[in-house]
């Protein structure tokens, strides 16, 4: 039996999108990449693949392409207000026994690692096509297809639909319907600012992460990923009438509100809202996660964030999308290839089975997040308790403790092999 070559959409140009467009351009799929942005949105500061990413990435074939642009960060520190390193947690290298901290040896810049995977799916022998500046304003499905309308008035028909547009996802909430639950689970109060500044490396200086705890729940992580700027992120817990009140994308409103709640934070604050105000790469994360009852409605499925967002705080979204893109392109590989012909609907019986195959990992690497998010506040109130953190953390980092560990893989579950992606 030949495999079945489908007309798929991929609402999304991130991570996930452009990561499951090159599985199912591999299979030689029909595929569309429809993106609200006007281009590629080659941008965004550095994230990580762990665990199972890795694997996943190696499956590609792009281990080598990958390291060759990795970001060169050495580990992170934790210093004080007067600047004085209190702790050193070096990175994750090839062969260490530490595994789970911070920094990862499979580091990227986000616009390094989605152009990584887009160049990668354009390879293909039948390359996606990619659709810029619209997204899905509707869909209707009958007959085991799905007509879709764009914003931008056009229309097309598609065997499925993936929605790979984030943890705000339009996809997800057009899926659902207007009037459900959109199941975005906001940890109120929790705020992350990003931008980069424009700084030249000092002499000595090395590739570093730099932390540092304020009071009032306030903290500041600075990363060096290149010797002319660095990576800057203002996080914090404030009451729920604060910065959630203001709108989001209100880019002038939420660097206003970031400048007053890290007003006379000490350490280099000054320098890092100084570099805010001018950078116009500045985005301002709501934290949450995304918890729905199904990640699938026939023949329209989410994958990534849109689907499972494990918030910031798992360390685990970049890998968790990477990892979804792959079993969901080697579900609808084994449906293809005719595995589920016995089917009275297959294909969206391979979309029931990525969803079986990945929840389990999904609601571990989540698990807590939610319910932990106060605690991991607690020690960052006053500075006397700063004080004792900055302590207990130098210890650990004395006795190669990994106090800031991420989990990396659930027990007893593996990643699925698939022939169809070979």
């Known amino acids: ?180 639950e959109d199941h975005m689970q906001r940890i109120p109060g929790f705020h992350i600012a990003y931008f980069t500044i424009p700084l030249p490396m000092q002499k000595g200086e090395q590739f570093l992460a730099t932390t540092y705890m304020a009071t009032k729940r306030r903290a500041i992580i600075t990363r060096r990923h290149s010797p002319d700027e660095i990576q800057a992120m203002l996080s914090c817990k404030t009451e729920p009438e604060g910065l959630d009140k203001v709108p989001r994308g209100d880019v002038k409103r939420e660097k206003e509100a970031m400048a007053e709640i890290f007003k006379g934070a000490g350490w280099k604050t000054e320098d890092v809202i100084r570099g805010m105000w001018e950078a116009d790469d500045f985005y301002c994360e709501r934290v949450g996660l995304v918890k729905l009852p199904s990640w699938s409605s026939g023949h329209v499925t989410l994958v990534g964030d849109a689907a499972y967002c494990p918030s910031v705080m798992s360390g685990m979204g970049t890998t968790s999308a990477f990892v979804g893109a792959y079993i969901l392109a080697g579900e609808i590989g084994k449906y293809s290839a005719g595995s589920l012909a016995s089917e009275p609907d297959g294909l969206a019986t391979a979309v029931k089975n990525y969803e079986e195959k990945f929840r389990p990992f999904m609601e571990k690497i989540q698990e807590g997040i939610a319910e932990k998010a106060d605690s991991q506040w607690a020690l960052s109130g006053s500075a006397f308790s700063i004080g004792l953190l900055n302590f207990f953390i130098g210890v650990a980092s004395f006795l190669k403790l990994n106090m800031f560990s991420v989990r990396e893989s659930v027990e007893g579950w593996s990643l699925p092999e698939y022939e169809e992606l070979k």
């Open 1 to 180: 039996m030949p495999p079945t070559t489908l007309r798929v959409l991929i609402s999304g140009g991130g991570i996930a999108g452009n990561a499951l467009a090159f599985w199912l351009a591999k299979q030689g799929h029909d595929i569309t990449v429809v993106e609200r942005f006007p281009s590629l949105r080659a941008t965004g500061l550095q994230l990580d693949l762990r665990g199972c990413g890795i694997e996943v990435l190696r499956k590609m074939g792009l281990d080598d392409a990958f390291r060759a642009k990795a970001a060169p960060e050495q580990g992170m520190q934790m210093v004080d207000k007067s600047g004085r390193r209190r702790a050193y947690f070096p990175a994750n290298n090839a062969g260490s026994k530490r595994t789970g901290n911070l920094t990862s040896e499979y580091e990227m810049m986000r616009g390094d690692m989605c152009r990584l995977f887009y160049d990668a799916a354009m390879a293909a022998k039948r390359p996606p096509q990619y659709v810029y500046g619209t997204t899905i304003e509707s869909l209707e499905q009958a007959n085991g297809s799905v007509d879709v309308r764009f914003e931008n008035g056009q229309t097309n028909t598609f065997d499925l639909v993936v929605g790979a547009d984030g943890q705000w996802s339009r996809t997800r909430r057009v899926m659902l319907g207007t009037s459900a």
